[in-house]
């Protein structure tokens, strides 16, 4: 395994506790993709997306090139665009099948952003990067002998940008021993949002929540508190704070934190992929209320897995549904722990791909 370990989202290799690690050559670099004012002027005049090309190093691909010379690989999957810029060294150094994992449509999430952007110069910037992204994706896509999509919705916007290559949906998959419930640690009436907070989906999704629903939501009931948790939360958010409504930022462990509340609000209104913490959400029976764009490519059904609300009525009336009716909740975090067990189990899903290799080794 080689990674690119991103000073923003980095991680101690040290604190990795997962058996397979013990059983594998891991090779990790670190590297500072954040952006650069100078950097993001200077491509402009360039033909390259800034975007994906700040996670390109000269001596991570040469750490790349030593790995690829003193072993020999069958198959080489390319988890996400970011690591993308390394195909070129892959293929001059390897004759191995390339498989590449599309987690979204990176360019198509910066388009949604940019037509929610108000301000014009803002704007404009976000269409330029969105451009730069969809032809360096739509370019890179038939480069490799097998694409892996997220989901279906992604699936078909990958053909629809010209994917002349072998493509299967392989979604999210978790492994339901790492999602055990606890009802009795459970507290009511409570709401909860779990999500990175430097991704702008998530940010833009939850101020609007907080502006336009909570403080209908806030006049319910003394009794409901709504806990935002998440790291890199913006300092502003905090200003939000009150009785009801506590901002922890990052937490320790989210499955406890997530064990511990009773319904989960999803306000994604942009964004692209498939939104693993709603898997998770369902995973730990939570009732999970989400807009339409947050659910895309999740096997759900609106009333018996999950509650979809796309409007501030309609979250306001989904929630006090929850609220005055505990077994209608209840009911459908049940479901949705059985329908992510019958779609997303990891057992499966590997037997799957495993198929899949086989046969582009025997191809």
């Given amino acids: 395994m080689f990674s690119i370990n991103t000073a923003k989202d980095w991680v101690d290799i040290e ?8 059983s594998i050559q891991f090779y990790s670099h670190e590297l500072d993709t ?10 402009i005049f ?11 190093d000269e001596d991570a691909g040469k750490l790349l090139e ?3 010379r003193e072993n020999e690989f069958d198959i080489i999957q390319f988890e996400g665009l970011f690591v993308v810029p390394y195909l070129d060294i892959v293929k001059a150094n390897s004759k191995a099948k390339l498989i590449y994992r599309a987690h979204n449509i990176v360019f198509d999430v910066w388009e949604r952003l940019a037509n929610t952007e108000m301000f014009t110069p803002r704007r404009r910037y976000l269409q330029f990067l969105a451009r730069r992204l969809k ?11 097998q694409v892996f999509a997220i989901s279906e919705p992604d699936r078909h916007s990958i053909l629809r940008f010209g994917c002349e290559t072998a493509l299967d949906v392989f979604p999210v998959a978790l492994d339901f ?6 009802p009795t640690k459970v507290s009511f009436p409570t709401l909860f949002h779990l999500g990175a907070m430097d991704w702008r989906p998530n940010k833009e999704g939850l101020e609007w929540f907080l502006d336009e629903v909570w403080p209908d939501i806030e006049k319910l009931t003394g009794e409901l508190r709504f806990y935002i948790a998440g790291k890199n939360m913006p300092r502003h958010f905090f200003d939000y704070d009150s009785e009801n409504l506590v901002v922890e930022g990052e ?13 989960m609000i999803v306000p994604i209104l942009s964004g692209s992929g498939m939104r693993v913490k709603i898997l998770e959400g369902m995973a730990m029976g939570k009732c999970i209320i989400a807009t339409t764009m947050a659910a895309e490519g999740i096997e759900c059904e609106h009333g018996k897995d999950i509650l979809i609300a796309d409007t501030p009525d309609e ?4 929630i006090l549904q929850c609220i005055t009716h505990p077994t209608k909740w209840k009911e459908i975090g049940s479901n949705a722990r059985k329908s992510v067990e019958k779609n997303y189990d990891i057992s499966f899903i590997a037997e799957r791909m495993f198929k899949v290799y086989n046969e582009l080794l025997n191809a």
């Fill in 46 to 56: 360039s033909n390259q997306s800034y975007n994906v090309s700040r996670y390109f």
């Fill in 34 to 43: 954040g952006v650069n004012v100078w950097g993001a002027l200077f491509n």
């Fill in 177 to 182: 021993k790492n999602y055990v419930a606890d």
């Fill in 15 to 22: 604190d990795i506790y997962d058996p397979v690690f013990d």
């Fill in 315 to 318: 979250f306001y009336r989904s």
């Fill in 251 to 263: 937490v320790l462990d989210a499955m406890e934190f997530m064990n511990s509340k009773a319904i």
């Fill in 135 to 145: 032809a360096y994706e739509t370019e890179q896509i038939n480069r490799f002998h």
């Fill in 66 to 68: 030593n790995l690829l």
